[in-house]
């Protein structure tokens, strides 16, 4: 679970825009890529990150 | 990914544990002075770059009401976050690359790193990273390794690191580092140095060297010339080493 605090302050690492967030990984719908939320830690590493599409 | 980024993970991934018990990230004048420095800005949101063990962190959640702690390495930052707990203090754990912060333009009123530069591929993208999570008048306090005058004492002690970890990149002078801090936009406010007794059985097994390495690494220091091992003031009884000092950088630097 991240906190609201954190949210407030994430953004994407490759593009530093808003991100979605969801309960096992956080998207950035402008690059496509979907971060993975790993043992509650969010692994905003950008070579981590599968691709993601909407409605996928 | 590039080579640097999973060798930091691979040695830091399998050390992690060691970074927490380590006594020279624990604590120290180092750390006090990081923190008093901190504590006068009286910042709310604080981020520590490259946490490792998250001893700063902990530090700093005495300071500021929100600290995060970045770090590249996800085992890392697990033992950090139970450091952090088992203290019964609050901070947020965020697995990141210090050249792509993951964080807001002008998110923190601080920005923490420590003893964790000389890992860096490209410090001076870090530092540009750090400026721009900085708000305006944000201070970045940072500690790491005082790269030597001598070329050849700060080749010597660049080729011990290497061998001892094989993701030390090197350290850098004073004169280098005011240079990253200016070119990203930020002044230097305050500087200072102190020293750290670095004892060689602790420091030579916490990144795991095999004994053939640590037995290959104490030839070396023992083959090289004298002016060398004292330049890092190196104790040696019986033929063995005994400990060394590395003199540390910290600089308060401000977003202009």
């Known amino acids: 679970m991240i906190d609201d605090e954190l949210k407030a302050i994430l953004v994407c690492p490759a593009c530093k825009g808003d991100l979605q967030f969801e309960d096992t990984r956080i998207i950035c719908r402008a690059c496509r890529k979907a971060y993975p939320i790993r043992d509650g830690i969010p692994v905003m590493l950008i070579n981590e990150a599968q691709p993601w599409s909407p409605g996928a | ?256």
């Open chain 2, 1 to 256: 990914m590039s080579d640097q980024t999973r060798r930091v993970q691979e040695q830091f991934g399998g050390s992690a544990a060691a970074y927490v018990t380590s006594p020279g990230h624990a604590a120290g004048e180092d750390l006090d002075t990081l923190v008093a420095w901190g504590r006068a800005l009286r910042p709310r949101r604080v981020l520590d770059v490259a946490t490792g063990g998250g001893h700063t962190a902990l530090a700093f959640s005495g300071v500021a009401r929100h600290v995060t702690a970045c770090d590249l390495t996800e085992p890392m930052l697990r033992a950090a976050r139970g450091l952090v707990r088992d203290r019964g203090a609050a901070a947020a754990f965020v697995a990141g690359d210090a050249v792509t912060l993951p964080f807001r333009d002008g998110a923190f009123d601080v920005v923490t790193c420590r003893i964790a530069p000389h890992h860096f591929p490209d410090v001076a993208g870090a530092v540009r990273e750090v400026r721009r999570v900085l708000r305006p008048g944000g201070s970045f306090l940072v500690q790491d390794i005082l790269g030597h005058d001598d070329a050849e004492a700060a080749a010597f002690i660049t080729e011990v690191e290497r061998r001892r970890d094989p993701t030390h990149i090197r350290a850098y002078r004073a004169v280098e580092w005011k240079a990253f801090l200016r070119a990203a936009g930020l002044t230097v406010m305050d500087s200072t140095v102190v020293t750290k007794l670095r004892p060689w059985d602790e420091w030579t097994t916490r990144t795991r060297m095999t004994p053939d390495g640590r037995r290959d690494l104490d030839a070396f220091v023992l083959a090289a010339p004298e002016k060398c091992r004292a330049a890092f003031d190196f104790t040696l009884a019986g033929g063995r080493v005994e400990s060394f000092t590395d003199r540390m950088l910290l600089l308060r630097a401000d977003r202009d």
